[in-house]
């Protein structure tokens, strides 16, 4: 969004100098406007690169560990809920943890 507002705010820019234009006569002013604004098309022609061009991706087509970690679940039990006033609710645990939760 912060580049598109830059974009539209150079592209006003660019509208306003250009009406100006059409109303000048003299030759020096015309040319030297024509500078200007080819100075502020090389500093658009910047903003229309984009700034981050990153991203995460996630492959679990890989192997079938997805497929494995579901059947353990279901192997495993399931798990059951309530929403009776859950900020009391407390764990127990009759052994270590071992797959990194925090109690």
């Known amino acids: 969004e912060e580049q598109l507002?830059?974009?539209?705010?150079?592209?006003?820019k660019v509208e306003a100098e250009c009406s100006?234009?059409?109303q000048q006569v003299e030759v020096r002013?015309?040319?030297s406007r024509?500078?200007?604004l080819g100075a502020r098309l090389g500093d658009a022609a910047a903003l229309a690169e984009p700034r981050e061009n990153a991203f995460l991706a996630v492959?679990?087509?890989?192997?079938?560990?997805q497929h494995r970690f579901a059947e353990a679940l279901a192997e495993l039990g399931r798990v059951r809920t309530s929403t009776t006033f859950p900020g009391l609710c407390t764990?127990?645990?009759?052994?270590?943890?071992?797959?990194?939760l925090e109690v």
């Open 5 to 12: 507002k830059l974009i539209d705010a150079e592209k006003t």
């Open 91 to 100: 764990l127990q645990l009759d052994s270590a943890c071992v797959c990194g």
């Open 29 to 31: 002013e015309v040319s």
């Open 34 to 36: 024509a500078a200007a």
């Open 59 to 65: 492959d679990f087509a890989h192997n079938d560990a």
């Open 20 to 22: 100006g234009l059409q």
